[in-house]
């Protein structure tokens, strides 16, 4: 793997192309770090975007070679749905810090959220708002002690503009500013007031991209959708949160 990964990784570095990969678990994030830091030596990465998916038992030591070589970590949330099944393999201590959130947050990496959709869970991100505030899978677990959950607004911001580094789209999107993309959710709850339990059921009652109303609940406005992107995704087959499955419809 080794060196099949340096070559890789050499060429990315050469052409200043921004990486990611994906690596759950530190054993292979460690043998991961060693290519890149070889490569370091040859071709600086020097400010070059890069990061690693998931990571839900990077070391701390780990981190802090994430940190040294100016990465990030995208998390998702897959714990949520096979939270019971690690706690069952490997323990409820481990589980704790699966992954250690607050942790690489205090080491200053690059945090962005998202749920890994479409291949482990749907692309719904009030799931994923809820366990990162919760600390709870979509069973009740428990699995995370106070100090590894995240407050509403910082969980939020971890969608936002915590999010908007991966893309290098810092002057785009992920804030409320002048120059920023003006898209826009109206929601069905209060997302800071809702129980805890609730935030998953959020959905929005209208949706507006580039200025155009592309979604909203019967009667708030007319539509015009947008296609379904990426064209391969389930819910151009099988429906969404926006509306009924054609499939079942018939």
Not at 31 to 40: I, K, M
Not at 78 to 101: K, N, S, T
Not at 159 to 178: C, L, N, Q
Request: hydrophobic content about 40%; overall charge negative.
């Amino acid at each position: 793997m080794e060196s099949d990964l340096h070559a890789v990784v050499r060429l990315l570095a050469e052409k200043r192309w921004p990486f990611r990969m994906h690596a759950t678990y530190d054993e292979t994030i460690m043998r991961a770090l060693n290519v890149f830091e070889a490569v370091n030596r040859e071709v600086p990465f020097d400010g070059l975007r890069w990061w690693f998916d998931h990571a839900e038992t990077i070391s701390p030591g780990n981190i802090e070679r994430v940190a040294a070589l100016g990465g990030g970590v995208a998390i998702q949330n897959r714990m949520a749905f096979q939270g019971e099944y690690f706690v069952d393999r490997y323990g409820a201590e481990l589980a704790q810090h699966a992954p250690p959130i607050r942790r690489m947050m205090a080491a200053g990496l690059p945090i962005g959220a998202g749920t890994d959709a479409t291949r482990v869970a749907s692309y719904n991100p009030w799931v994923s708002l809820e366990w990162l505030v919760t600390g709870r899978t979509v069973g009740g677990t428990g699995l995370y002690p106070a100090e590894n959950r995240l407050d509403r607004t910082e969980a939020l911001r971890r969608w936002t503009v915590g999010s908007a580094w991966f893309s290098g789209e810092e002057d785009r999107k992920g804030t409320i500013a002048p120059g920023q993309l003006a898209d826009l959710a109206v929601l069905s709850a209060d997302f800071f007031s809702v129980p805890d339990n609730e935030i998953s059921r959020i959905e929005s009652v209208l949706t507006m991209a580039g200025g155009r109303i592309v979604y909203a609940a019967e009667g708030l406005g007319r539509v015009e959708p947008i296609p379904v992107s990426p064209t391969w995704s389930p819910v151009e087959a099988f429906g969404g949160y926006t509306r009924p499955s054609p499939v079942s419809a018939a």
